[in-house]
């Protein structure tokens, strides 16, 4: 099952170039760009680990794209995302966020019903892949 | 073009106009502007003039689907302290920037202190820092002798060559290197490093100024702060270039740059004392020839160097 987060994640993958142009877009409107990886793939699980600072002053997308193929060197079974970061008052968020990288097999997630007092049920999902520990999720 | 050869695709132009060409690109601008702002260099104008000439046909074969590599198009500038390879470097990634070799045209100026780290593992991250942020543009390497000490075999700048050579390769789309640094030394350089130089395509070699474009220049460096020398300071400044030249540290354009900011000393020091009325514009942008005779340059240079000459000669 394709996991779908951010921008684009509908799309077929992003090729280098793709990534190039859109993060050439975030820097030109002066946002900070950085790359992350996790092999956590919950929607709810917002902090990825960081692969090195962001980028706060590099006028050229093509270093965001060479740091993006030296994580896949290390990290080319996960999940490795672009993000871009507007320092503005009133912002202070992420404006943008893509997926540049999967593992090969993505198994999907499970439901998980929990019974609860009376009759009541909680829902919630799992990914399959979290039943391994971690670093061993993505073989 | 024989009949055997593969047609080109439909979609390619047919032919190419090099003369419109250039004038889209605004290269000439560039061009003119380094012939206005930097005196004599004919043989490094000529070869940049010849670089021009060659990016602009290769962009015309490609548009013609000729040729689909990028050109080797990092640098090695040799010359002297103070004969504008700085300033080339900028004009350089201007003109790369307008034939759109280089996607953002900026120069990033780094010596073996931005590239080399202090300890073990800390140069790679910090070369391919400077990587990065040169990325799209011209990353100019001063002295980059520096970064290979034959004496040292685990001298960490090993590690930024490797690191730098490989980005060369790969990366030639994103980035231009530009070496810069003394001719002799940069010889060896290249001798322990055959890397580097079958990886460079274009040596450009500065010449040291002439006496007279010297004069020039610093006439130039004058008028541009709105000062002007008078007769008597110009024959001055003459003898000075002269006698500069042989002493040490001589430095081209820098040591005339420096030599006229103790001459505006000297005159602001003058007219201070001297001044007992009001002083026009012309008494205030007007260098004389006691502001440059006052120099120690006229009395055999520095303290120190004197010294050590005539330590040497004894």
């Known amino acids: 099952m394709k996991m779908t987060q951010g921008q684009f994640s509908f799309l077929p993958d992003l090729s280098d170039d793709d990534i190039r142009v859109q993060a050439q877009y975030a820097i030109d409107k002066g946002w900070a760009v950085s790359v992350e990886h996790t092999d956590d793939p919950h929607p709810r699980n917002t902090y990825w680990e960081m692969w090195g600072h962001p980028m706060f002053d590099n006028p050229d997308a093509a270093a965001v794209v060479f740091e993006v193929n030296e994580c896949r060197k290390l990290y080319g079974g996960q999940y490795i995302r672009v993000i871009a970061f507007d320092a503005s008052p009133g912002w202070e968020s992420i404006r943008m966020a893509m997926i540049v990288n999967r593992p090969a097999v993505e198994p999907g997630f499970r439901l998980v019903r929990q019974e609860g007092e009376g009759r009541s049920v909680r829902y919630t999902i799992e990914s399959y892949a979290m039943r391994e520990p971690e670093g061993a999720r993505y073989p | ?314």
Not at chain 2, 114 to 132: C, F, M, N, R, S
């Open chain 2, 1 to 314: 073009m024989t009949d055997d050869q593969p047609a080109p695709p439909a979609d390619l132009p047919t032919h190419v106009d090099l003369a419109q060409d250039f004038a889209d690109s605004g290269v000439a601008e560039v061009l003119a502007d380094l012939d206005r702002e930097l005196v004599g260099l004919a043989p490094v104008k000529a070869r940049i003039r010849e670089t021009a000439a060659l990016l602009l046909v290769d962009r015309a074969r490609r548009r013609l689907g000729l040729a689909t590599e990028t050109p080797t198009l990092h640098m090695s500038f040799t010359g002297n302290p103070g004969t504008g390879k700085t300033t080339v470097a900028l004009k350089m990634a201007a003109l790369l920037h307008r034939l759109g070799y280089v996607r953002k045209g900026h120069l990033v100026t780094v010596t073996r202190d931005d590239l080399v780290g202090q300890y073990i593992g800390h140069t790679a991250p910090k070369t391919k820092e400077v990587l990065k942020k040169a990325m799209g543009g011209v990353l100019f390497i001063d002295e980059a002798y520096y970064l290979y000490r034959a004496e040292n075999e685990r001298d960490y700048g090993q590690e930024a060559i490797e690191i730098l050579l490989q980005v060369m390769e790969n990366n030639r789309d994103d980035l231009v290197v530009i070496l810069a640094g003394y001719a002799d030394r940069m010889d060896r350089f290249f001798a322990s490093n055959p890397g580097f130089r079958s990886r460079i395509a274009h040596h450009i070699e500065f010449p040291d100024y002439s006496d007279g474009e010297l004069l020039h220049i610093s006439e130039g460096m004058l008028s541009r702060q709105n000062y002007t020398l008078d007769d008597a300071a110009r024959a001055a400044m003459a003898q000075y270039i002269a006698a500069r030249r042989g002493q040490p540290h001589f430095a081209n354009a820098r040591s005339i740059r420096n030599a006229l900011d103790r001459a505006r000393l000297r005159q602001a020091n003058r007219l201070f004392g001297e001044a007992k009325g009001p002083l026009d514009a012309a008494a205030l942008s007007t260098l004389t020839e006691p502001d440059i005779r006052a120099s120690r340059v006229f009395a055999g240079g520095l303290d120190v160097d004197r010294a050590s000459r005539q330590a040497a000669a004894e």
